[in-house]
């Protein structure tokens, strides 16, 4: 048996909104926060829990910040055929950038899968101070 991880035909994200949202927390060297609302739609034949998550957002000045951890906003989503799980959260960025990943499940069987987040991008305002 092969430890790699495969993706799951009909396991598939959508980035449903990426809001630049100025009222949220943002450190002063990534002043631009941008709230993302995601969708994890489960349209395979198998029941799949999310256990975590890899992020990968790359600036315009070829800064990439690498974001991994457990679950989805503290939540283990268990998603049956058909289900879907929404849920937003944020990024900060201090230049445009575009963000990319990808969520690690497991099937009731025990198999590892892997869905990807497709790109999206984040665009700094030219406006702001």
């Not at 100025?22 to 994890?40: K, N, S, V």
């Not at 990943?101 to 101070?129: N, Q, S, W």
Request: aromatic share 10%; glycine share 10%; hydrophobic share 35%.
């Amino acid at each position: 048996m092969s430890n790699s991880i495969a993706e799951l035909e009909g396991l598939r994200v959508t980035v449903d909104r990426v809001t630049f949202m100025p009222q949220l927390e943002a450190a002063e060297d990534r002043p631009f926060p941008f709230g993302y609302f995601i969708t994890i739609h489960n349209d395979s034949a198998e029941t799949v829990t999310i256990k975590g998550r890899k992020w990968v957002v790359t600036d315009g000045r070829g800064e990439t910040i690498v974001v991994e951890g457990d679950g989805v906003v503290g939540k283990f989503p268990r998603l049956e055929p058909g289900e879907n799980f929404s849920y937003n959260s944020y990024h900060t960025i201090g230049a445009d950038s575009v963000a990319e990943g990808a969520y690690i499940g497991v099937t009731e069987e025990g198999a590892p899968v892997l869905v990807r987040i497709p790109p999206f991008e984040m665009k700094a305002p030219k406006d702001h101070p």
